[in-house]
């Protein structure tokens, strides 16, 4: 995963893989822009990191696909909560997020 973002969004749909959830939903709980959760969504989606239900309006849930993934994406979780200052620096010596790159090429420089 390219940002703390996208791992928030992950780790909310999972604590309740049950429930399909729309962009202004994940966006409420998250208290993020709505515009950027929809653009995280659709990104998770096609790396299928998460589902994407057809509908009138789309909505997304937590279905791993890779035992292995999935695993992985626990372990994610609980060292998440204990810690997410350091999973945070781990994202940020990474390759940079393509979404964000793209908008801070659009900041007025003084």
Do not use: C, H
């Amino acid at each position: 995963m390219a940002s703390v973002d996208q791992i928030e969004v992950v780790l909310l749909l999972m604590k309740e893989p049950n429930r399909s959830w729309t962009a202004p939903e994940v966006a409420a709980a998250l208290g993020a822009p709505p515009e950027s959760v929809a653009m995280r969504l659709f990104l998770l989606a096609s790396s299928a990191l998460i589902v994407f239900e057809a509908a009138s309006v789309p909505r997304y849930r937590y279905a791993s696909l890779d035992r292995e993934q999935d695993r992985l994406l626990r372990e994610l979780a609980d060292v998440y909560a204990r810690d997410p200052k350091a999973i945070a620096e781990v994202v940020n010596t990474g390759p940079r997020d393509p979404l964000r790159s793209f908008a801070d090429a659009f900041k007025l420089k003084k």
